[in-house]
């Protein structure tokens, strides 16, 4: 296993988040193990996988408003804080990994960088030449702003990564 790949797992560990090893033959069963029904999720940018049947692709405003799960590709993982980084998408991923109570974010093991410096060097030229935005996600929404811990104030009180290795096993 990488170094990057095992200190994800301990940073996600850190955070509450649980996390899933797969390979595309388990991709589906993944998911589906991941997530409460009902589940929207965003299309996949990924060629070798699908969301499977009881992921609604097509939100309408009550689906989402309904739904207790959202699936969004992430496009990263900053090992060294556990985030993912999630893309702005044209079909609106943002509000589908935002609104539901446990957010699933579907992550391949070779999008899985070090540290910071690493993401910006990946991601900067796209911010710099505004072809798109970035949410760098860490762990479960919480606030403490007004008095004790509260979880899913802004976003998600759950998070669940699903690591999408090849078949002959990234990161080992």
Known sequence: MT???????????DLDVSLTRTTPAGFAEAVDAAALEPAVGAPLPYDDVALPDSVRTDPTPADLDAARTGVTAACMGIAAYGSVVLPSTPEGAEPISLFPERHVALLRAEDVVPGMPDAFERFGPALREGRGSFVVATGPSATADMGALVRGAHGPKEVHVVLLESEVGDGE
């Not at 170094?3 to 560990?13: G, N, P, Q, S, Y």
């Open 3 to 13: 170094t990057a790949i095992a200190t994800f797992e301990d940073r996600l560990a």
